[in-house]
């Protein structure tokens, strides 16, 4: 698309905290170095429909404390066809938009990498998704302030299942990935964490209670992941009921209370910084990559390597909460 003048940025997918502070620094990053922005509202769907607008320095104002995403997001499957993809690059030209920066989970970078190879887009991926799945960074947007929301209601979940003598099962969100359960589980001196990392290794029920988990301790939490491999946290309580009646189960999900509230520091920080090398990127002639960090420095990844390759769990943090839990 010959030299970048204007960029086009979108959030999509599920929102994540931290989104708004990544808006507001790819926008006045590109503004500083020259460079003409548009957003665009509700991610894919607003490329196909055109809706887009400019954007100035004062439209980021004042929004990198806010939760969610002023660009709002939406599901799009008409971008999912080759039609629907069409008419986006089409847009993108009538709007004259030349590069793309795409900030979402898996799903988005997906589209994102679709379009690059389809009409030869230039585009950069920032790792929006509160799941930290997405593979060669460290951590992604979001997923700081959603473990202290889990946290936070952890904490107050306490309370009362310490009074009341109580197992209780909280799940947490993270679809097919079990950092959010296995580092909340930690940070909440849970009990347990049941992940479907390891769903077909061991039966993490039967685990659990065999470690005699109810030797010194009145009431008991366990984290569990939300997964069609795990089976989610009201799976494990009907089982509770079923092969160990004698103990008092409770299951709470926090479900989307976890996508929402104002992003920590450290989210912040990392948005902003990501933001800023999404535009550095482009200048220096990168595209169709993700922008990671790993050991606090930021990284370039692939949209094939970031997309396709799982995020590994450290099983050293399953070691740490074992032995903690005790």
Not at 33 to 61: A, P
Not at 144 to 156: S, Y
Not at 298 to 304: K, L, N, W
């Amino acid at each position: 698309m010959g030299t970048i003048k204007c960029i086009g940025i979108l959030t999509s997918g599920g929102d994540a905290p931290g989104m708004n502070a990544a808006i507001r620094a790819v926008t006045r990053s590109a503004i500083y170095n020259g460079l003409k922005v548009k957003g665009i509202y509700r991610g894919y769907k607003g490329l196909i429909t055109g809706e887009i607008k400019e954007f100035k320095t004062e439209n980021v104002s004042n929004i990198i404390q806010l939760g969610g995403t002023i660009l709002k997001t939406a599901r799009c499957q008409e971008f999912k066809t080759p039609e629907g993809r069409q008419i986006a690059y089409d847009t993108m030209k009538k709007e004259g938009i030349d590069a793309l920066i795409v900030i979402g989970g898996d799903g988005s970078l997906t589209g994102a990498r679709l379009l690059a190879q389809e009409f030869d887009v230039p585009c950069i991926g920032l790792p929006g998704t509160i799941d930290n799945d997405l593979y060669g960074t460290d951590t992604t947007i979001g997923y700081d302030t959603a473990l202290n929301t889990i946290l936070d209601a952890v904490d107050k979940i306490r309370d009362t299942a310490t009074s009341h003598e109580r197992l209780f099962f909280v799940e947490v969100m993270g679809r097919d990935a079990g950092f959010l359960a296995l580092n909340g589980a930690i940070a909440a001196g849970a009990e347990a964490a049941i992940i479907p990392e390891f769903n077909t290794e061991v039966d993490q029920l039967e685990e659990f209670i065999n470690n005699g988990f109810r030797k010194s301790k009145s009431s008991s939490i366990v984290l569990v992941a939300e997964s069609e491999i795990t089976g989610g946290a009201m799976h494990y309580a009907e089982r509770v009921k079923n092969e160990y009646p004698q103990y008092d189960v409770r299951v709470t999900i926090l479900g989307h209370l976890q996508r929402g509230g104002r992003p920590t520091a450290h989210d912040r920080i990392i948005a902003s910084r990501m933001g800023v090398a999404s535009i550095q990127a482009l200048m220096e002639g990168q595209r169709n990559v993700m922008i990671g960090i790993e050991h606090d420095e930021i990284v370039y990844v692939p949209f094939t390597k970031a997309i396709k390759n799982d995020k590994p769990i450290d099983r050293e943090l399953v070691n740490v909460l074992n032995e903690l839990s005790i």
